[in-house]
């Protein structure tokens, strides 16, 4: 019990156990950082026990029963067999619900607090046994160590577990369908880059610093933004950010308007920056957004605090028209946008995609298997599914559907 309730256990909820107070837990969470010296203890008092019901079966219990049925009139060999056979039978049987199987279930049930209450009387038994444990630990380790198994074990938790769990706790009621589907959007956020997040170039409404009044204001009433980026002239060169709102106000003024006056300026990030660095950088602006560049100085969009969000909680529709990322039809097959991030196309359809592809959208994944711009109508089969480009905006992949491939049918 005590061996299955530490190997079990949580260290997150020992923690909290022990910040509450509980000795055991901390105990316990020692004896879980040195897992060889433990099972060395645990194994002691199991073979401890082991030996002396085997040896006070037989040499007790299975004597005097024998003598009882000798008594009854059984011949010796008889009685001898059936005396020792029926209390091996019946010590191992109690044994194994005793000894076993109701205490495991026992560990199985409440890990934390088993292994919190049961850590102090297996700190004790190391101590009295401390040579033979010393010995066995040793020995385990040396023979590890001819296995080429040197060095701890791998301890760490993967993504992969995490979402088991967070589909577990699910599954129980333990959170709602929406908060596991943002906490996996946080994780997939970790793992984005600016080229993951960004609002890309050719999306990105800006304005002229030569731009007259009446432009600006045509642009303005275009765009649902409250920051507008503002443009270099014709070159991609970007300036700066201007609030819509200090705009209309000197309007409203009647004031001359000077836009590079009315620009501020925003940090600027690498196409290459992890989400973290790039939340710090927004939060240390009062304009909520952030520039990206590429390694040659060329502007490659913007971040807000808006695709942070989005990342995380899946896209916002504008009026009805944006479109989703990815549909299911009735056929089983998907309707995909080609700007649908490939982390999230990942988890719905598990198209296996390297650790740091150079891709971060499933036009990328398309072009990256194609390695060409490809014509309308054109497909190729991928792991089990087939991707068609089905609609194309310019040279831009717009749609793609994806269709599962029968078995009968490799092509």
Same mark, same amino acid.
């Not at 994944?365 to 599914?385: A, M, Q, T």
């Given at each position: 019990?005590?061996?299955?309730?530490?190997?079990?256990?949580?260290?997150?909820?020992?923690?909290?156990?022990?910040?509450?107070?509980?000795?055991?837990?901390?105990?316990?969470?020692?004896?879980?950082?040195?897992?060889?010296?433990?099972?060395?203890?645990?194994? %002691?008092?199991?073979?401890?026990?082991?030996?002396?019901?085997?040896?006070?079966?037989?040499?007790?219990?299975?004597?005097?029963?024998? $003598?009882?049925?000798?008594? /009854?009139?059984?011949?010796?060999?008889?009685?001898?067999?059936?005396?020792?056979?029926?209390?091996?039978?019946?010590?191992?049987?109690?044994?194994?619900?005793?000894?076993?199987?109701?205490?495991?279930?026992?560990?199985?049930?409440?890990?934390?607090?088993?292994?919190?209450?049961?850590? #102090?009387?297996?700190?004790?038994?190391?101590?009295?046994?401390?040579?033979?444990?010393?010995?066995?630990?040793?020995?385990?380790?040396?023979?590890?160590?001819?296995?080429?198994?040197?060095?701890? #074990?791998?301890?760490?938790?993967?993504?992969?577990?995490?979402?088991?769990?967070?589909?577990?706790?699910?599954?129980?009621?333990?959170?709602?369908?929406?908060?596991?589907?943002?906490?996996?959007?946080?994780?997939?956020?970790?793992?984005?880059?600016?080229?993951?997040?960004?609002?890309?170039?050719?999306?990105?409404?800006? %304005?002229?610093?030569?731009?007259?009044?009446?432009?600006?204001?045509?642009?303005?009433?275009?765009? /649902?933004?409250?920051?507008?980026?503002?443009?270099?002239?014709?070159?991609?060169?970007?300036?700066?950010?201007?609030?819509?709102?200090? *705009?209309?106000?000197?309007?409203?003024?009647?004031?001359?308007?000077?836009?590079?006056?009315?620009?501020?300026?925003?940090?600027?990030?690498?196409?290459?920056?992890?989400?973290?660095?790039?939340? $710090?950088?927004?939060?240390?602006?009062?304009?909520?957004?952030?520039?990206?560049?590429?390694?040659?100085?060329?502007?490659?969009?913007?971040?807000?605090?808006?695709?942070?969000?989005?990342?995380?909680?899946?896209?916002?529709?504008?009026?009805?028209?944006?479109?989703?990322?990815?549909?299911?039809?009735?056929?089983?097959?998907?309707?995909?946008?080609?700007?649908?991030? %490939?982390?999230?196309?990942?988890?719905?359809?598990?198209?296996?995609?390297?650790?740091?592809?150079? *891709?971060?959208?499933?036009?990328?994944?398309?072009?990256?298997?194609?390695?060409?711009?490809?014509?309308?109508?054109?497909? *190729?089969?991928?792991?089990?599914?087939? *991707?068609? &480009?089905?609609?194309?905006?310019?040279?831009?992949?717009?749609?793609?559907?994806?269709?599962? &491939?029968?078995?009968?049918?490799?092509?």
């Amino acid at each position: 019990m005590s061996e299955l309730a530490v190997v079990s256990a949580r260290s997150a909820r020992l923690k909290v156990l022990a910040e509450a107070g509980h000795k055991g837990a901390a105990t316990a969470i020692r004896l879980g950082e040195n897992p060889g010296r433990f099972i060395s203890t645990v194994q %002691i008092g199991i073979t401890l026990v082991g030996v002396l019901s085997g040896a006070f079966s037989g040499a007790t219990l299975g004597s005097r029963l024998t $003598q009882w049925l000798s008594a /009854q009139g059984m011949t010796e060999p008889l009685a001898s067999a059936l005396g020792v056979g029926s209390v091996v039978v019946l010590i191992t049987y109690l044994s194994l619900i005793v000894g076993e199987l109701v205490p495991k279930q026992i560990a199985l049930r409440n890990p934390e607090l088993v292994a919190a209450r049961m850590a #102090g009387t297996m700190v004790v038994l190391s101590r009295i046994c401390a040579p033979l444990v010393w010995l066995l630990d040793g020995s385990g380790r040396a023979v590890l160590a001819l296995l080429g198994q040197k060095g701890s #074990g791998n301890g760490t938790v993967t993504d992969e577990e995490i979402k088991t769990v967070l589909a577990e706790a699910q599954s129980a009621g333990v959170i709602e369908s929406e908060e596991s589907q943002m906490i996996s959007g946080v994780m997939r956020l970790a793992d984005r880059t600016a080229r993951g997040l960004m609002t890309p170039r050719r999306d990105v409404d800006a %304005i002229g610093v030569d731009d007259t009044v009446d432009e600006i204001r045509e642009k303005l009433n275009e765009s /649902q933004h409250s920051r507008m980026p503002v443009r270099n002239g014709n070159s991609d060169e970007i300036i700066g950010v201007m609030p819509v709102k200090s *705009f209309y106000d000197a309007l409203a003024r009647g004031a001359d308007i000077d836009i590079r006056a009315l620009t501020h300026e925003v940090p600027i990030v690498s196409d290459l920056a992890g989400a973290i660095d790039i939340i $710090q950088s927004i939060r240390k602006t009062s304009q909520h957004m952030v520039l990206v560049y590429d390694e040659y100085g060329h502007f490659e969009g913007i971040v807000t605090s808006g695709d942070i969000l989005e990342a995380i909680t899946g896209a916002y529709q504008e009026d009805g028209e944006e479109e989703p990322a990815l549909l299911m039809r009735e056929d089983g097959s998907y309707l995909v946008a080609g700007w649908t991030p %490939i982390d999230e196309f990942v988890e719905h359809i598990r198209v296996p995609v390297d650790d740091d592809p150079d *891709f971060t959208t499933v036009a990328g994944y398309v072009l990256d298997e194609l390695k060409r711009i490809p014509s309308l109508g054109e497909s *190729f089969v991928k792991n089990g599914w087939k *991707f068609e &480009v089905v609609d194309l905006d310019g040279r831009r992949i717009d749609k793609i559907l994806v269709s599962p &491939v029968p078995l009968s049918d490799p092509d």
